[in-house]
């Protein structure tokens, strides 16, 4: 059965606490995302920074030089490497996210976003296990 792993894309742009948020917006627009994970320089994950965290560049020209660590989300949905696809499938759905940074030993090793599980899905003709029904297999009857 496929996990994460294999299909999570290994190539990560992330951005460091102390960037600026005008630093931010650039790498974003640069790589055409909505986000990306806030890394120390020991590559361990401590926030997520994504547009709606950075619109406030667009409304106070002071906020442009301050620090993403002062802006970015600090609770962070993550997926470990070896978890089912159904689970994240699960999260996107359940809290809206578009990425999930994949984290092993506490650090970023990878980024598993919607499109990465809509490939998956086309390359894939069986449609996922709903995860609950893993979790209490009576719900297979109404799925």
């Given at each position: ?60 020209r002071d906020v442009r ?48 976003t919607r499109r990465d ?27």
């Amino acid at each position: 059965m496929p996990v994460i792993r294999d299909i999570m894309s290994k190539s990560v742009v992330s951005i460091r606490p102390e960037a600026t948020m005008v630093e931010a917006v650039k790498i974003l627009t640069k790589h055409h995302l909505s986000g990306a994970p806030v890394v120390s320089s020991q590559g361990e994950l401590v926030g997520f920074i994504s547009e709606p965290n950075l619109m406030d560049v667009v409304f106070d020209r002071d906020v442009r030089n301050e620090n993403v660590s002062e802006f970015m989300s600090r609770d962070v949905h993550i997926a470990h490497p070896d978890d089912s696809i159904s689970s994240a499938a699960s999260k996107f759905s359940i809290y809206g996210i578009r990425r999930l940074p994949v984290v092993e030993n506490g650090h970023v090793i990878g980024v598993l976003t919607r499109r990465d599980l809509l490939s998956y899905s086309l390359l894939n003709p069986e449609p996922l296990a709903e995860p609950l029904v893993e979790v209490i297999p009576a719900l297979a009857e109404y799925a």
